[in-house]
């Protein structure tokens, strides 16, 4: 600096003379090369002059794949500036050192990503299309098909249907014929009183059918709903129609049974007994109070049940001890076509009385599931009414929904606020019964069927094995003899 204060010319910018550090003594200081002289100190603007001039020549580092020495080799060619803006160009291959051959240098490892389990079927199992369609609801049934044709032979269209899920209810029905077990059963199924009866899942009695007195259904009818209920409609238990037809066509007996009227039997008790192994509620459809001769029927199917299977590790000399693992389903008494008479407390008490006296002895449950008291069908009698209550529901003629629309009028010198009132039924209507009656067995506790849990596929095979050990079973063999 001068001595006005200012800096003196030269020292500082582009014409600043070079300074040389003073030579030391050579050692580990000395990184500049022989002789012992530092390398000459070089602003940074003109270093970047010299590196954009051509020909300049660099030293640049380059890491081989397999060093032989920790430190890295400096390999001697020309690098392209770096400037602002730009991105730095590849890097380039590494150079194997001498002596090596390229086959002995070792590969990158090359990891591929599989989903666990899905193999060589990845690709297609992750089609959303096909994930799609898994998702999809079952496929919705318009109409009932056949479990057990007229000939007594298992049929295996059913399973098209079914689920892998455990959360099943099973609905079957017995009755006489002409009962009205169809029409129920499509009442509880998928249908209202006020569709067309040909419309209906399961196809009722024509009036044609009534005047011959035949019989509509024969063998096992399967339907299953969108809520995982399966209902299975059965041929008339001892009907004297399929007697008739086996007598009058001279269809063929099997070699077990001599007599048709002792074939027709043992038919009604192979449905029967089924429906108590593979269904959670059987449904009793009664036309009027009542038949003595059904109620044997009853007893004997139960006694001719088959056992539920035991699992495998159980031993099999418990067989007669096992009577508390038995599984008995539960037994709900319908009287279909029910007067105004069958709806009076005395009449009801009475009903109950008898049924909890002629299934006293019976394994079945058939008390203590279903109230009509407790649905509000009966509001002005207490819960304690009656003293033994069973499985009884009440359901009134479905014709008297067309007398309820143009109901009896009072007479023209009565008030006419009482004309405008329907006339008296004495009981509710025949929708809002079947509907009680829908809500009630469709809320009935589902016990296990085996020892393991079933899926509606498992229930289907399950089902198909109950049905052949029916054909099968000593039991009914022996009866069949005492009855010849």
């Excluded at 000459?40 to 003109?46: C, L, R």
């Excluded at 008790?269 to 449904?283: E, G, N």
Aim: proline residues 10%; aromatic residues 8%.
């Amino acid at each position: 600096m001068s001595e006005s204060g200012h800096s003196q010319p030269g020292l500082y910018g582009m014409e600043r003379r070079r300074r040389w550090k003073e030579p030391g003594p050579g050692g580990p200081q000395n990184l500049s090369g022989p002789g012992g002289r530092e390398r000459d100190y070089i602003a940074p603007w003109e270093r970047e002059r010299r590196v954009s001039e051509p020909g300049a020549a660099f030293m640049c580092l380059t890491f081989s794949s397999t060093p032989p020495h920790p430190h890295p080799v400096l390999s001697p060619g020309p690098c392209p500036p770096l400037r602002a803006g730009t991105t730095p160009p590849p890097p380039a291959a590494p150079t194997p050192p001498k002596g090596e051959k390229e086959g002995q240098r070792p590969t990158q490892p090359v990891y591929q990503i599989q989903n666990r389990g899905m193999g060589t079927a990845a690709p297609a199992a992750m089609d959303p299309v096909v994930g799609q369609a898994k998702l999809l609801p079952p496929e919705r049934m318009k109409h009932s098909i056949k479990l057990v044709d007229d000939q007594m032979n298992w049929c295996d269209s059913a399973i098209e249907y079914l689920l892998d899920q455990t959360d099943v209810l099973v609905v079957g029905v017995l009755g006489l014929q002409g009962t009205g077990k169809s029409m129920v059963m499509s009442l509880l199924s998928a249908n209202t009183p006020e569709e067309d009866q040909r419309a209906y899942v399961f196809r009722a009695q024509s009036a044609e059918m009534k005047e011959r007195g035949g019989n509509q259904t024969s063998g096992i009818d399967f339907f299953i709903t969108q809520e995982r209920i399966v209902f299975l409609d059965t041929q008339p238990i001892l009907s004297p129609s399929i007697l008739d037809h086996l007598i009058n066509n001279d269809r063929k007996l099997p070699p077990e049974y001599n007599l048709p009227h002792t074939y027709v039997e043992m038919q009604s008790l192979q449905i029967a007994a089924f429906l108590f192994t593979v269904c959670h509620v059987v449904i009793v459809v009664q036309d009027w109070f009542t038949d003595l001769s059904l109620y044997r029927f009853l007893q004997t199917a139960e006694m001719v049940k088959p056992s539920t299977p035991s699992p495998s590790h159980e031993s099999s000399s418990s067989s007669g001890s096992d009577e508390g693992t038995e599984y008995y389903p539960h037994l709900v008494f319908l009287q279909n076509k029910a007067r105004r008479e069958d709806f009076c407390p005395r009449k009801l008490r009475q009903m109950h009385l008898m049924i909890d006296q002629l299934m006293a002895h019976s394994h079945l449950r058939y008390k203590g599931t279903l109230s009509m008291l407790q649905c509000n069908v009966f509001p002005g009698l207490p819960p304690d009414f009656l003293d033994s209550e069973v499985n009884l529901f009440l359901v009134p003629f479905m014709d008297s929904e067309a007398e309820s629309e143009n109901p009896p009028r009072a007479g023209p010198g009565s008030s006419p606020l009482f004309s405008l009132l329907p006339g008296y039924r004495g009981h509710p209507s025949f929708q809002s019964l079947v509907s009680k009656l829908r809500s009630q067995v469709m809320s009935m506790a589902r016990p296990q069927l085996s020892h393991t849990i079933l899926t509606e596929k498992n229930w289907f095979h399950y089902a198909a094995r109950i049905w052949d050990g029916v054909k099968k079973s000593s039991a009914l063999a022996e009866y069949s003899r005492l009855l010849a």
